[in-house]
Structures are given as structure tokens and as C-alpha cells.
């Protein structure tokens, strides 16, 4: 069974600094997607990035980029020029690419952004 | 106006009442999924839906029922409410036609109560 597992519960990071949030995934398929929700305190979640698992080249959305390392089953979010807005839990979540293709996610980060 | 919408957003009852959840969608998607959010946990897959004659079970379904009115309607029913059904409870869409991006969609979430 696929599992993903954000190991950092709690993370916080100064306005306008980067950090990186971690998860790490098991699973035995090769053709599979990889995202990023955030849910802010308005409880919405919302898409932040996604990755095709054979596509070498790291998503990138404005200030969010990932480092997705196949080999190790790593997929980790960086957040640039941190902002207030940030401030949220983040769900890193998996979907095979064919069959049942649910999302399995992680137990999540919560980030906090110091003034 | 919001591509997935749930009613109601929030909900108080009491053990053994039967309870609806409903959620919409202009998104025009094929599938939809209900799932269920619980404090420290990611969210796990209650239901799913591929068509209006396709439904299938997700993890947790034990305790619950699902529709699928239209290809635009998917709700969830509480036959006998219990108080470790207290969560906080998503609606998700996604397209699979042709070369939809598959991605899921979440609506804003139902907090429910059940006392």
C-alpha cells in the first residue's frame, strides 16, 4: 500500500526567508503524480503544485518550487520569499496515474511565518 | 462563484440522527470524492464516484452512504450519526475525460459535530 509521510509536524521560517518542507512516499508504481495542498485557517484546501513522476524536471510555481527525487521517494516543498499568506498547514499527497488513482496523504506540516 | 461548493458549511446533531452532506460542482468533472479530515490526521477517502452509475468505496466507508444524483451532485449521508463521526468533511472533483489533468478539486469543507 502507497504511504506518504511528512515527518516535521511543526515548522516556522521569518518573513521573506525560505524553507523547505519534507515528505517522503512508498510505493511499487512507476506512473504516478505528487502535490502539494495548503489549507490556510479558512480550512479550503487548496492546490499548490504538482509533480508527474516521469518528468525529471522540478515543478515550479512562482515562488514554490519542489525537489522531487524519484529514486529516494522524496518530494520536498520549497517555499521562497516567505510571505504572511503562508502561514497554513501543508499536505503533501500521492495518486497512481492509473486504477483507483485516490490521494493518499500525509499527516501534514504546519508553517508559520515570523513577522 | 466557487467551482465546488458544500452545504451545509457547518453542522451540529445528535448521535443516531440520519445527516446529509451535499456538494455541487460547475467544474463540469467526471468524479468526485468524499472524504473525511480528522485533527492530526491527512485526509482519508470516504467514497468515490467515477460516473452517476459508478460508485465505489474508499477506506472508510463503513457508517456511510453516498449518492450521485447528476454528474454535478454527490452527497453523503449519515444513516445513524455517531459521535466519532465528528470531523471535517471534503468534496473533491476531478476530469479524467480525454486529457483532463486529473487534479482534485476540493470544495470549502463541512465541520460536523455529532454529540
Known amino acids: 500500500a502507497q504511504t506518504v509521510t511528512q515527518s516535521q509536524p511543526e515548522m516556522s521560517v521569518q518573513e521573506a526567508e525560505t524553507v523547505t518542507l519534507s515528505c517522503t512516499y512508498d510505493t511499487s508504481e512507476s506512473d504516478y503524480y505528487l502535490f502539494w495542498y495548503k489549507q490556510p485557517p479558512s480550512r479550503q484546501m487548496i492546490l499548490v503544485i504538482r509533480q508527474e513522476a516521469y518528468k525529471q524536471q522540478n515543478a515550479t510555481e512562482n515562488r514554490f518550487s519542489v525537489n522531487f527525487q524519484k529514486a529516494a521517494k522524496s518530494f520536498s516543498l520549497k517555499i521562497s520569499d516567505s510571505q504572511l499568506g503562508d502561514a497554513a498547514m501543508y499536505f503533501c499527497a500521492y495518486r497512481v496515474n492509473f486504477g483507483n488513482e485516490k490521494l493518499t496523504f500525509g499527516t501534514g506540516t504546519r508553517l508559520t511565518i515570523i513577522p | 462563484d466557487a467551482d465546488v461548493t458544500q452545504t451545509p458549511r457547518n453542522r451540529i446533531t445528535k448521535t443516531g440522527k440520519r445527516i446529509m452532506l451535499e456538494c455541487s460542482q460547475t467544474?463540469?468533472?467526471?468524479?468526485m470524492y468524499w472524504y473525511r479530515q480528522d485533527p492530526g490526521l491527512g485526509l482519508r477517502l470516504i467514497y468515490y464516484?467515477?460516473?452517476?452509475?459508478?460508485?465505489n468505496k474508499g477506506e472508510i466507508s463503513d457508517g456511510y452512504s453516498v449518492s450521485r444524483q447528476a454528474q454535478a451532485k454527490f452527497s453523503l449521508s449519515l444513516e445513524s450519526a455517531i459521535p466519532n463521526q465528528t470531523a471535517l468533511y471534503f468534496c473533491?472533483?476531478?476530469?479524467?475525460?480525454?486529457?483532463?489533468?486529473?487534479?482534485?478539486?476540493f470544495g470549502p469543507g463541512t465541520r460536523l459535530l455529532v454529540l
Open positions: 464516484s467515477f460516473d452517476v452509475k459508478d460508485i
Open positions: 473533491a472533483t476531478s476530469d479524467h475525460r480525454g486529457r483532463g489533468e486529473k487534479t482534485q478539486y
Open positions: 467544474k463540469g468533472h467526471d468524479r
